[in-house]
């Protein structure tokens, strides 16, 4: 009798830290992993580098740029089969002082961390809802809880994807398709290096990636990384806006 075949999984995002490590944290739990990203030749370096590491063939490569929505639908055509997951890593932090002067820049922002990534994960719903299971994970951040002066481009890009996937959870909830929204908070990966993250409060690529894995088994809806950014959110949100808006957070 034939060994039943792996299950899937298609990481966007996957030449990322957060990406890398969830793709490896896959790989080691015997699973088919498909790296997507808008740079090619990196993310056949990352699948090479995995590929050494975990002793495996189960990494493959494609590529992605989450702002050609166009292109959504001939890529998923493309796959050999419907993975069995789809996690979305895509982010961009970009520069709040560049976005408040550059349209462009803040266009791009917004478009990263939402509009490409929403409707990349609209395509990949339709499908799922039809197969009838599938689990759908979108990497948003706490930056979206609350607006703050100094990264409300980004954090208003996470919002929305936030908010989207909040709708797209409850329309899918009676199909079989779970839809789960990771809120990390500070992580130590290259696109906050040079920042002054506090311990407490940072978590590495390696914590993100099990607690992501961890939802094959045990799904839920919204998660905190570091759970104590759930108290530390409750209480932002509660502060009344005649007082927020003269703090410098």
């Known amino acids: 009798m034939s060994d039943a075949p792996a299950q899937s999984v298609l990481v966007l995002g996957g030449t ?33 580098d995995l590929t ?3 002793d495996t063939s189960r990494i493959e490569t494609r590529s992605l740029d989450i702002l050609d ?8 055509d493309g796959l050999p089969a419907l993975p069995d997951t789809v996690i979305c890593v895509v982010g961009a932090m970009g520069e709040q002082a560049r ?21 990349f994960l609209e395509a ?20 979206g809880d609350r607006g703050r002066a100094t990264n409300y481009v980004y954090g208003a890009g996470k919002a929305g ?3 989207y996937l ?3 959870r409850n329309r899918l909830a009676k199909g079989g398709v779970h839809v789960a929204t990771i809120k990390p908070g500070f992580v130590r990966t290259r696109m906050t290096e040079g920042m002054d993250l506090p311990g407490p409060l940072t978590a590495t690529p390696a914590t993100v990636a099990e607690r992501i894995v961890a939802l094959e ?11 104590r950014w759930r108290l530390v959110m409750l209480i932002i949100r509660a502060i009344p806006e005649a007082i927020f808006k003269k703090l410098k957070l």
């Not at 490896?24 to 370096?45: F, N």
């Not at 976005?99 to 409707?119: C, I, K, M, Q, S």
């Open 16 to 48: 990322s830290d957060i990406g890398r490590a969830v793709a490896s944290a896959y790989a080691a739990k015997g699973w088919q992993v498909t790296l997507a990203a808008r740079d090619a030749k990196a993310a056949a370096r990352e699948a090479a």
């Open 99 to 119: 976005a408040e002067r550059d349209p462009v820049h803040a266009a791009e922002v917004l478009r990263t961390n939402f509009e490409g990534p929403a409707l």
């Open 161 to 163: 994807f936030t908010a």
């Open 52 to 54: 050494a590491r975990r």
């Open 166 to 168: 909040s709708g797209l």
């Open 217 to 227: 088994e045990r799904p839920r809806d919204v998660v905190y990384i570091l759970r």
């Open 69 to 76: 929505t166009d292109a959504f639908r001939g890529f998923l």
């Open 124 to 143: 990949v719903a339709g499908r799922f809802a039809a197969r009838g299971r599938g689990l759908i994970v979108g990497i948003s951040s706490v930056a």
